[in-house]
């Protein structure tokens, strides 16, 4: 699916999310908008500066009352750090949040965002987080930061779900930036899986790699389970067969193909902010 080649100045963002559904289907066309950068064209803005703004732009959709997914991440940060400081000037109200991580409860906590479950609230109003990739059908690669599973939940059972990200996140096909595709998956017998799903992606010359923390021993989530990561040389020819070809295995608790399931994908750029929506 081709993006739309024209673009309009940014109208409200409560424009984009008419249609509540988060499940789009594959005809309606990607639409781009963008906005003017309220940055001189001299300013140099780093990676930082770029997950900022689209932060800020995604945090636009929030509107008082709402249960909120909170996302995790470096971009996610900046999101929960916004509404935190919107809450905390009265600009917001009624907030409840639902974060997809311990290191956002954490910092949601301490900006005196009120938490909760998704035992508690089934269905949530809106998610937000970031991603690291984006392919031009608004599917996305996410989970390098180790919170596939909570994240995977925690935004399907939300009504719309806003991705936030700079324009390095965008690939022509998922996989394609080079970067590891997570796969969560149970401590027991994780090598078994491991040579299983450098077979499955023999052919594309993917390489699946036990991930490792900083003392070299096998990363551990949230949810007491390893990540292997898998390395593709070229984007993936089909990511929905190869999502379920995945989960087909014993073993396998999540993986980080989030397919359809975006309802829009701010992005910053050079020349400012744009939104894609399908």
Not at 100 to 105: M, Q, V
Not at 122 to 129: H, V
Request: some cysteine; charged content about 25%; glycine content about 8%.
């Amino acid at each position: 699916m081709a993006a739309a080649a024209a673009f309009s100045i940014l109208p409200s963002p409560s424009a984009y999310l008419l249609n509540r559904g988060r499940r789009r289907s594959a005809a309606v066309p990607i639409r781009c908008f963008s906005s003017p950068s309220a940055t001189p064209p001299s300013t140099i803005l780093s990676q930082d500066d770029l997950k900022k703004l689209a932060a800020v732009k995604a945090v636009e959709y929030v509107k008082s009352d709402m249960v909120l997914g909170l996302g995790t991440g470096s971009t996610a940060a900046f999101v929960v750090a916004e509404i935190g400081s919107l809450l905390s000037s009265g600009k917001l109200g009624g907030i409840v949040g639902v974060p997809t991580s311990k290191r956002t409860y954490e910092q949601a906590k301490s900006l005196g965002i009120p938490l909760s479950t998704l035992d508690e609230h089934p269905r949530l109003d809106l998610a937000i987080d970031g991603a690291d990739e984006v392919d031009p059908e608004l599917n996305l690669v996410k989970g390098r930061g180790g919170a596939l599973l909570r994240e995977k939940m925690v935004e399907a059972a939300s009504d719309k779900f806003v991705v936030v990200v700079d324009d390095t996140k965008l690939v022509t096909g998922l996989g394609g930036s080079g970067l590891a595709m997570p796969v969560e998956v149970v401590q027991f017998c994780w090598k078994y899986n491991q040579t299983r799903l450098q077979e499955l992606f023999v052919e594309e010359g993917c390489e699946a790699k036990i991930r490792l923390d900083a003392d070299g021993k096998p990363y551990v989530t949230d949810n007491s389970n390893y990540i292997i990561d898998l390395y593709f040389k070229t984007p993936i020819a089909d990511a929905s067969a190869a999502g379920k070809e995945i989960s087909s295995f014993e073993g396998v608790v999540e993986h980080g193909l989030f397919l359809d399931m975006a309802t829009a994908v701010i992005i910053a750029g050079k020349e400012g902010v744009s939104i894609k929506t399908k």
